[in-house]
């Protein structure tokens, strides 16, 4: 008989919802939302309703997959173990525990997931990624300022005289979020968005200023610009929590507002108009994950945190200058759970680099690399360059639900089951503060099997079976130590489903602030030159690069997916995905290009192609690629990325990347 029960999503996203999922016979058959669930109340995108379609995928991995002449064979649990526990011992010995390279991504949120770093730090220590390929950025901006990077709970958006969203597409990828705009917007907010594409969060807006990619940050100086120019900015916040506001004043005063408008290609007078807004109290700002990924992506976070500081909408209801909501992260103790004093071998790779790294690796060079929740192959910049260096490498382990892009490319390929296979907790670190829990409500099919279980087959092939020997209770109730002194128990989170973590609602209210001088730092006291904020611009573009803008006069995002969490779903597409080329209006005037035409899009790293739509409101000479397409479908679009780091933080500069494009009669 079916049975529906409580349970929540794994996905690596914003809204990080409670499901309702209706189980028959030890089977999946329908994902919906769960109306009892504080803040995702019961709707849910078709990402997380896909999570039925991907249980009960027939291309699901089922059995050890090694490779044997090129070819996959089926092994069994034993033998897998037992080969790779045998090379992870062989390296320690011959070399360092550093060989190893650990590649680990964020596909899924539970939190036993962190339970390979333990194994990695009791097997010794291995290289490990550092950076972000997403947002790391713009976090380590707001730690410069702030201190931490803290967001306002959700309701709090009903105290906001005017919302502005920046760069966040918020009905594609925080629909909650959205819900709670249009309410806002129906009780008297003004809502602004800024983005360089008139997307469908644009669409409900009152105002929409659309801007030249990468040049937020110079935005955020004009309207600063103008605030001081008018006299609207806050003196007392300044004076009394501030530190560096000096420094931000000559900034803006070595350039024109007439020079910002040329190079934001933003009117002068919206200008004007923003630095009023901001001025009109409560201001909220919504920032989005893309802002920061160019090379000058850590300084915008910080000029749109200035604008937020210098108009007096930090540390009060309705304002905030809102990007990531580390603080839920900072509830649990990850610590107790990964045991880093165990490491004895240290050695960093950057994400954005670690193609780079892995092939110039000496002493030790790289020997193994194992892949835990990531895609490698499809995600990093530089495509060609990333398949080079994992293919270079004696052996790659990959640990993935299906046959990704990465998983093809390996040597074993270890199969591991879905969210609704195993139990775990849910939280996101970038919108509301709720845990959620997740039981196993079905077994998993053919031989998958549990992260955690694989951590603690091969810690018992290695001797230390002993850090893993613990009940999944035990496991959670490590997580929770520090929630379960306030009454925040597993047993509570297990009956409820869903617990509210203690988090700062309404962050900085008290005006303290964790910088080394406990002020809000314009300057960053402890990081000397690169601590001023600047003008800085993105590398890929005329103001920094005319000879290249020459070339490659086209400046290519490479957006989150409608349909896909990243590279996830694609292959689970009812109908064979098509890569969509989107354009600006002004592109296909240019080179006579109708919708569904066949193009080549190109730069010195690669080329991808795709078919043709005009996207009618894209800010002039901007292409759109959504990133995660799989080979077999045209192919990663990070073929065509750079692995530059940003300005701080070793961020990702994903959208810092200038094409050209071409019809292409090859189809
Ligand atoms: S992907 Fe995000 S919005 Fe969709 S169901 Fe999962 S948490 Fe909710």
Redesign the pocket.
Known sequence: MAEVRKAA?P?N?????GFQVTVENNRVMKVDGDPSHPI?KGK??G??RMLETRTNSPARVLHPLKKVNGNFVQISWEQALDEIAAKLTDIKEKYRTTAVLHSHDYANNGILKNLDQRFFNCYGGVTELYGSLCWGAGIEAQKWDFGNAWSHEPDDIFNSKNIIIWGRNVARTN?HFYEKLLDAKKQGAKLYVIDPLYNATAKIADEYITVKPGMDGLLAAGIIKEMLRLGLEDRVFIEQFTHGFADVVRLVKSISLEKISEMTEVACEVMTRLAQVFADKPTATYMGLGLQRYQNGGNTIRLIDALAAISGNIGIAGGGANYANLQVGQSFAFEELTLPERRQNHRQFSIMKQAEEVLAAYAPAIKMIIVTCGNPLTQVPDTHLVERAFASTPTLVVIDQFMTDTAMLADYVLPTTTAFEEEDLYYSSMYHHYVNYGPKLVSAPGEAQPDLWIWTELAKRLGFGDDFNFSRDEWFQMALKPLAEKGLTLEKLKSQHTMELPVEKIPWHDHKFQTPSGKYEFTAQQKGGQGRLTLAVPNESKWANPELANEYPYQLLTIHPMRS?HSQNYHLFASKPKLKVEIAANIAEERGLQNGDFVKVWNDRGEVKGFISILAGAHPNTINIDEGIWREFGGSVNKLTSSRESDNGFGSTLYDCLVNLDKDIRQ
Do not use: A, E, K, Q
């Not at 996203?13 to 919802?17: A, N």
């Open positions: 999503c996905l996203c914003w809204d990080s919802c995702t849910i995108c990402r997380g629909m969490n």
